[in-house]
C-alpha cells in the first residue's frame, strides 16, 4: 500500500492551448496555459491571426483612403477609429473643424460607445453563464445600429468621418430618433443591473477576480475601464478634450478594488454618462457648415504628431508621420487600446482558476482585430 | 464624367498636371514613351539617347530623415526638458516642436537615464508609457527612429523621446521602467528588427514565429515577400542571393 503521503494522481503542470478557436475568446486568440490542477501557473498570448498590416497598407493609401482601413480595426466601434484617424490628420494640417461638425462627431462617438458597451456586456456575461443579458443586450445593440444606418447607411464599417468635418449631415428627424433612444437605453439599463449587479453567481463569478492596482496598471499601459477600474482618474475626453467634450458635463467612474466587478459597474455608469452627453450634444447642437476649410489635396506639411482619444476600449492613439512630398503618410501607427489591455491578461489570469480565464479575458473587452490590426 | 466630356477634356490640361507640362516640354515625347521601354528593355544599349523620357516616371528619392521641425524661438520649452537638460546635459542632442508636440531627441547610449529620469522627476512624473513604435529612413546610417510617447496620470501632459538606431545598434529596453513598453518593444523587433538589449523576452508577436524580414521596413515590398518564402524559405533564399537574374528557370 502506498503510504499517506504519495499522491494518489499525478499532479504534474499541465500545459494547455486556448484557441484560436474558441467561442469565448472574442476572435482568434490563442492562450497557451500552464496549469497547476485548475489554477492558472503561466501563460502565454499568442495573435497575430487577423493581422493584415493596416499600417504598412497605410503608407501606400491617400489620406482618405486610410478611412476605411481604420474600420477594419475595433470592428465594433468604427466610428470612433474614424475619429481618431481624421482628428490626428487635422491636427496635422492645422484644420479647424466646425463646431456642427464636432457636436455630431462626439454623438457618433457616444452612440458607438454604447453599441461597443452592449456587445461587452451581452458576452462578457454570456462567457459566464448568464444567457439572458446577451439576449437584452443585443435588442438594444440594434437600435444603435439602425440609428447608423439611418445616419450613414452601413451597420458595421461606418466610414462616417472626413478629414475636416463629416459626408453628411443628420438626416431630418434623426435626433428625435437618437431622444427616444436615449429614453429607452435609460429604461433597459436598469434591467440589466436586475440580472446582474445583485445576482448572487455574478457576485461569485467577478468579485475579487482579476485584481490589479493603480501603479500596476497604470505601469502596464492599461487604458480605458480596466485603468479606471483601479481607481486611476484617467480619461482622455476629459484629461485631452478632443471632438466637442470640453463643452460638456459628464463625470469620470472610478472602481476602487480593481477587479472585474468594479469595471462591470464603471461601464455600465458610462452608458449612462454616454446618454448625458448625447442629450447634451442634441440640446445645444448648432447651425452651420459640416466641413471646415480642406485644401483638396491633402499634403501635410513634414513633422509628425501622435494624437489620442477615448475608444470604448481606452486610449486609441494614431502617430502619424507626414514628410510633407508624398499624398501619403510616410509612416502610420496605431495605439491600440486592445493591445495595451491584452498584456495586462497575464498577471491578471496567473493565479486564477481556469474557469476564470474566460470571465477575464471578457473583462478587458477586446477586439481581436484591434490587436492584430 | 459621362454626363459632361467636354469640362473632363479640358481639366486636365488646366489644374491637374502643372508639374508634368514643366518637366517635359514637348507634348510628342510623353506618346513616344509608353512605345519606348519594350523596345529597349531588350538590348539596353542602343537607344541611349531617348534615356532622359522616362524621367518623370522615376519615384522622387526617399528622403533622408524627419524634418524635426525646431521650436520657435518665443517659446519657450516646458519646464521639464529644462531641468532635464540640465540634470543630463550631454544626452538631449536636439529639441523639436511640431503643431503642439514637443519631442526631445536622445542620445542613444543616454536613453535609459533620460527615461528614468523622465519618470522618477517630480515635475515630470511621466509613469504611463502611452505608445513605443518607430519609423525607418533608410538612406539615413541610423536608419531608424524609436518613438517613445510618455503620458503622466499626475500631471497631465506629454512629451515624445525619440532616439536614432542604426541597423546593427542595440536599443536598451525600457520595459524594466515601463511594463508597458515589453510588448510594445517586442512588436518595434517584429515589425523593424530593432533590438532591444535587456529584453526580457524579444520574440516576434504579431508575425509567425518563423518569419523572413520586418514587413514594416521601407525595403520591404507591400505585397509581402510571395508564395515561395511561405512554403519554402531555403529555396527562397537560394534564388534571392543569386548574382544574375538569368539563372533563374
New interface residues.
Given amino acids: 500500500m502506498a503510504t499517506q503521503s504519495a499522491p494518489i494522481f499525478d499532479t504534474d503542470e499541465l500545459v494547455i492551448n486556448m484557441g484560436p478557436q474558441h467561442p469565448s475568446t472574442h476572435g482568434v486568440l490563442r492562450l497557451v496555459l500552464k496549469l497547476d490542477g485548475e489554477r492558472v501557473v503561466d501563460c502565454d498570448t499568442v495573435?497575430?491571426y487577423v493581422?493584415r498590416?493596416i499600417?504598412?497598407?497605410s503608407?501606400?493609401r491617400d489620406w482618405t483612403q486610410i478611412i476605411l482601413l481604420t474600420d477594419r480595426m475595433d470592428y465594433v466601434a468604427a466610428a470612433t477609429n474614424n475619429l481618431g484617424y481624421c482628428e490626428t490628420v487635422e491636427?496635422?494640417l492645422?484644420v479647424e473643424v466646425p463646431r456642427r461638425a464636432r457636436y455630431i462627431r462626439t454623438i457618433l462617438a457616444e452612440l458607438q460607445r454604447i453599441g461597443s458597451h452592449c456587445l461587452w456586456l451581452g458576452t462578457h456575461a454570456m462567457d459566464i453563464g448568464a444567457m439572458t443579458v446577451l439576449l437584452y443586450a443585443f435588442r438594444e445593440r440594434e437600435l444603435v445600429l439602425d440609428l447608423f444606418e439611418e445616419y450613414c447607411g452601413a451597420r458595421l464599417t461606418y466610414n462616417s468621418m472626413r478629414i475636416g468635418g463629416l459626408p453628411l449631415d443628420i438626416p431630418s428627424g434623426w435626433d428625435q430618433k437618437v431622444r427616444a433612444f436615449c429614453d429607452v437605453m435609460e429604461t433597459k439599463l436598469p434591467e440589466y443591473e436586475e440580472l446582474l449587479t445583485n445576482n448572487r453567481i455574478w457576485l461569485e463569478r467577478t468579485r475579487g477576480v482579476g485584481v490589479i492596482s493603480g501603479?500596476?496598471a497604470?505601469?502596464?499601459?492599461l487604458c480605458g475601464p480596466p485603468l479606471r477600474g483601479s481607481g486611476?482618474?484617467?480619461d482622455v475626453r476629459k484629461?485631452?478634450p478632443y471632438a466637442a467634450y470640453d463643452e460638456f458635463d459628464f463625470e469620470v467612474p472610478l472602481g476602487t478594488q480593481g477587479d472585474t466587478y468594479d469595471r462591470y459597474l464603471i461601464r455600465l455608469e458610462e452608458f449612462r454618462q454616454s446618454i448625458r452627453i448625447i442629450r447634451q450634444a442634441l440640446d445645444g447642437l448648432p447651425e452651420g457648415p459640416i466641413m471646415g476649410k480642406v485644401p483638396r489635396l491633402l499634403k501635410p506639411k513634414?513633422?509628425?504628431?501622435?494624437h489620442?482619444i477615448e475608444s470604448p476600449k481606452g486610449?486609441l492613439?494614431y502617430?502619424i508621420?507626414s514628410?510633407?512630398?508624398?499624398t501619403n503618410p510616410?509612416?502610420l501607427?496605431v495605439?491600440p487600446p486592445s493591445?495595451?489591455n491584452l498584456?495586462g491578461l497575464k498577471p491578471l489570469i496567473v493565479g486564477h482558476l481556469v474557469a476564470d480565464v474566460v470571465c477575464l479575458i471578457g473583462t478587458i473587452d477586446i477586439v481581436l482585430g484591434e490587436v492584430?490590426? | 464624367m459621362t454626363d459632361d466630356p467636354k469640362p473632363a477634356g479640358s481639366a486636365p490640361d488646366g489644374p491637374a498636371k502643372p508639374d508634368a507640362a514643366s518637366d517635359t516640354p514637348a507634348t510628342p515625347e510623353p506618346a513616344a514613351k509608353p512605345a519606348q521601354p519594350p523596345a529597349a528593355a531588350a538590348p539596353a544599349a542602343k537607344p541611349a539617347a531617348k534615356k532622359p523620357a522616362p524621367k518623370p516616371k522615376a519615384p522622387?528619392e526617399p528622403?533622408k530623415g524627419?524634418?524635426d521641425?525646431a521650436p520657435p524661438d518665443d517659446l519657450e520649452p516646458p519646464a521639464f526638458i529644462a531641468a532635464l537638460q540640465q540634470a543630463h546635459p550631454d544626452a538631449v542632442e536636439q529639441l523639436s516642436y511640431?503643431?503642439?508636440?514637443w519631442?526631445v531627441i536622445v542620445k542613444l547610449e543616454a536613453l535609459i537615464d533620460v527615461a528614468t529620469y523622465l519618470r522618477d522627476a517630480d515635475d515630470a512624473s511621466f509613469?504611463?508609457?502611452?505608445?513605443l513604435?518607430a519609423?525607418?529612413w533608410p538612406p539615413r546610417e541610423k536608419r531608424f527612429d524609436v518613438?517613445y510617447?510618455l503620458y503622466s496620470?499626475r500631471r497631465?501632459h506629454?512629451v515624445?523621446i525619440k532616439v536614432r538606431a542604426g541597423e546593427e545598434d542595440q536599443v536598451a529596453s525600457v520595459s524594466g521602467l515601463?511594463?508597458?513598453?515589453?510588448?510594445?518593444e517586442r512588436e518595434v523587433w517584429d515589425?523593424f528588427g530593432v533590438k532591444f538589449a535587456g529584453h526580457p523576452d524579444l520574440r516576434?508577436?504579431?508575425?509567425?514565429e518563423g518569419w523572413q524580414g520586418f514587413?514594416?521596413r521601407k525595403d520591404?515590398p507591400?505585397e509581402g515577400p510571395g508564395e515561395l518564402l511561405l512554403e519554402s524559405p531555403m529555396e527562397w533564399l537560394r534564388l534571392r542571393n543569386l548574382p544574375d537574374e538569368a539563372e533563374i528557370e
Fill in positions: 495573435m497575430g493581422h498590416g499600417e504598412k497598407l503608407e501606400n491636427k496635422l492645422e501603479p500596476d497604470t505601469a502596464l499601459g486611476v482618474y484617467r484629461d485631452e513634414a513633422g509628425e504628431t501622435y489620442a486610449e492613439g502617430f508621420v514628410d510633407g512630398r508624398a510616410y509612416r501607427r495605439r493591445f495595451c498584456q492584430d490590426r | 522622387p528622403p524627419p524634418e521641425p511640431w503643431v503642439g508636440d519631442t509613469d504611463y508609457c502611452s505608445d513604435t519609423s525607418d518613438i510617447c496620470t497631465r506629454r515624445r515601463w511594463t508597458a513598453a515589453n510588448w510594445f515589425m516576434r508577436i504579431l508575425m509567425p514587413p514594416q520591404y507591400l
